[in-house]
């Protein structure tokens, strides 16, 4: 027998919640493309993308798409109905999205002249979160090649919550800095890498509960 479908409405919570998240960096990215798009007067704040605005406008664009789409990717209802729109909004939004949000990530990392305290184990930092989540993209679209789709959601997971760590950073940077004060270079690693250790954890605990799932139906045969 067919287990019983939960009400509809109980899934947009979800993607509510998830583009919540990533609202004020995307605000901020707004602000930052308005900034470039009127040629505002440099300051020591806005050089650097003022001076390179190619990157910056690539990632905030990417990120403003893959954190909306994937907000709606993620609801099994809508997943399951709309088979063709999830692989639709997939292969031509989400993926290359995500791709452009963490090679230009990368690139920023390389290229950009940061203020001191993002250079060192935040850039280092970076350089892993931005790896990862391009191979966890290129692992998630292998995976559905194959047609793996427990893997493929795994994967997807994991790319989707190194991005919106950038969503979960707002809370981890903006609710310690009253605290702690104005931070050092330690304090800005802990408070960026404490937003993406926050997220990894929460994607790790989905995809065990998704195994888990998965799981049930045969050992109910069994
Ligand atoms: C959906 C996810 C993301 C959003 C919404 C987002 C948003 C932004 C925004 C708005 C900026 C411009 C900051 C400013 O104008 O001052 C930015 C810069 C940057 N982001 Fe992201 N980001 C995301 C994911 C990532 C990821 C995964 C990485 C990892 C590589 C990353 C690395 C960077 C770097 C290096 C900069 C330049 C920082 C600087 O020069 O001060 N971002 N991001």
Redesign the pocket.
């Known amino acids: 027998m067919n287990a019983p479908q939960r009400p509809a409405r109980r899934e947009w919570p979800i993607a509510a919640g998830l583009i919540l998240l990533?609202l004020v960096?995307?605000v901020?990215?707004?602000?930052?493309i308005g900034?470039i798009a009127v040629g505002a007067p440099e300051t020591d704040?806005?050089a650097?993308?003022m001076q390179m605005p190619l990157?910056?406008v690539l990632?905030?664009v990417?990120?403003?798409v893959?954190?909306i789409v994937?907000a709606f990717q993620f609801l099994p209802r809508l997943r399951r109905r709309r088979t063709r729109r999830h692989r639709f909004a997939g292969r031509y939004l989400l993926v290359p999205a995500g791709l452009a949000?963490?090679a230009?990530?990368?690139?920023?990392?390389a290229v950009?002249?940061?203020?001191a305290i993002?250079d060192g184990a935040v850039?280092v930092t970076?350089?892993v979160?931005?790896g990862l989540?391009l191979a966890f993209i290129v692992l998630g679209v292998a995976a559905v090649r194959r047609r793996d789709f427990f893997a493929h959601g795994s994967w997807m997971i994991r790319a989707y919550a190194?991005?919106?760590?950038?969503?979960t950073q707002v809370l981890t940077a903006g609710a310690s800095t009253p605290i702690v004060g104005e931070p050092d270079a330690f304090t800005h690693f802990v408070q960026l890498g404490a937003g993406w250790l926050v997220n990894i954890a929460v994607a790790e605990w989905i995809i065990a509960r998704r195994r888990a799932a998965e799981r049930r139906p045969a050992m109910v045969a069994a």
Do not use: Q
Not at 104 to 109: A, D, Q, V
Not at 112 to 115: A, E
């Open positions: 990533a960096p995307s901020a990215g707004a602000f930052r900034e704040a806005n650097r993308f990157p910056v990632h905030i990417g990120a403003l893959y954190s994937g949000v963490a230009s990530g990368l690139w920023m990392t950009y002249d940061t203020p993002a850039a970076r350089y979160v931005g989540m190194l991005a919106m760590g950038a969503g």
